[in-house]
């Protein structure tokens, strides 16, 4: 049963190791052997074992997952098939710590990794002075017990929500504190800043956070609308995002907390910015309506269950239990 899990979170893991360490490898946890967070993800050729249960994808393949209301999940689930890897949940302190515990659960249980992110009820200047911490650390210590690999972000896409001042002192608070077993911490930043706003971008990106983060996420959307779709595409971010992290030396592993598109192509460029840009943890696909997204139906259904099924991507792992 060590072996078992130690496969199954290798391929749930994926490139999303801890802090930045020498070498290829580092240990986390009792026997289990995770890549370093700035190693480059190896070539995307899927390798299986066999575990009695399903399979788990050798380490470095992206998992691609969904983001979802928990009210549309199960229906979005049966459309889009099998391969989901990851899942994006939505949670706030301010109404305790095991807000929407059950959705990480469901996620572990069907093999996907959690990706969670809080908020604080708006209350920024609160969790910046530590009010929420307590909380916080009862949350942690809830996920860590899971022993199951589980990405948390604080305030995803902070910029016009929070200054620079309040996440980095409210993240300074809270991330530290859920840093621990086969948790990993990083932001989901408003992706579209690195179009044209790479110095705001950046300015939410200090040294003191990077070195906090063991992965950096970006949400993405087509710029435009439906009916006139504009010229940036959300696939164009995640070589932005690599371009970005380069210029600051940095080689965390990245992530999309959201992407979605108004057109088959779209949805397929940006599954395929996912699969074969080195070093990707996640992508999740936004599947309802709202924002600037909408539902996946008709082609650009079948865009996103061709990337699911694609070799490149991480399987989910499943028990029959």
């Known amino acids: 049963m060590e072996d078992l899990t130690r496969r199954k979170m290798l391929g749930l893991l994926g490139g999303a190791a801890g802090a930045a360490v020498v070498g290829a490898t580092t240990l986390s946890g009792p026997g289990l052997l ?11 050729k899927r390798r299986r074992y066999s575990t009695g249960m399903k399979v788990a994808v050798a380490a470095g393949a992206p998992l691609i997952g969904m983001s979802s209301p928990a009210g549309e999940w199960a229906t979005r689930v049966k459309e889009v098939g099998p391969g989901l890897g990851a899942r994006r949940i939505f949670a706030d302190l301010s109404n305790g710590a095991t807000d929407q515990i059950k959705l990480v659960e469901e996620a572990h249980k069907a093999g996907m990794l959690p990706v969670i992110s809080y ?4 209350d920024a200047a609160g969790a910046a002075s530590g009010k929420y911490n307590a909380v916080a650390q009862q949350a942690a210590t809830k ?7 589980t990405a948390v972000s604080f305030w995803h896409e902070p910029y016009g929500d ?14 530290p504190i859920f840093k621990r077993g086969l948790l990993r911490v990083g932001p989901i ?17 200090p040294d003191e956070l990077l070195k906090l983060w063991n992965f950096v996420a970006i949400d993405t959307y087509e710029s435009g609308t439906m009916d006139d779709p504009g010229t940036i595409k959300p696939a164009d971010r995640i070589p932005a995002l690599v ?9 965390l592993p990245i992530g999309v907390g959201e992407y979605n598109g108004y057109s088959a ?3 397929t460029d940006a599954g395929e910015a996912l699969l074969s840009t080195p070093n990707v943890w996640f992508g999740c696909v936004w ?3 709202g924002g600037k997204g909408y539902v996946l139906t008709g082609d650009r259904l079948t865009a996103f269950r061709k990337t699911l099924a694609d070799p490149r991507a991480g399987d989910p792992i499943t028990s029959r239990a």
């Open 34 to 44: 995770l890549p370093a967070a700035g190693a480059q993800a190896a070539p995307r």
């Open 119 to 122: 908020k604080v009820g708006g």
């Open 143 to 149: 996920l860590a017990s899971y022993n199951r690999p």
């Open 162 to 175: 929070l200054t620079v001042a309040q996440y980095v002192a409210a993240s300074k608070q809270l991330l």
């Open 189 to 205: 930043l408003n992706g579209w800043l690195l179009d044209n706003k790479v110095s705001t971008f950046g300015s939410y990106c």
């Open 243 to 251: 371009k970005y992290l380069k210029s600051r030396s940095c080689t």
């Open 265 to 267: 192509t779209s949805i």
């Open 287 to 289: 599947n309802s309506t």
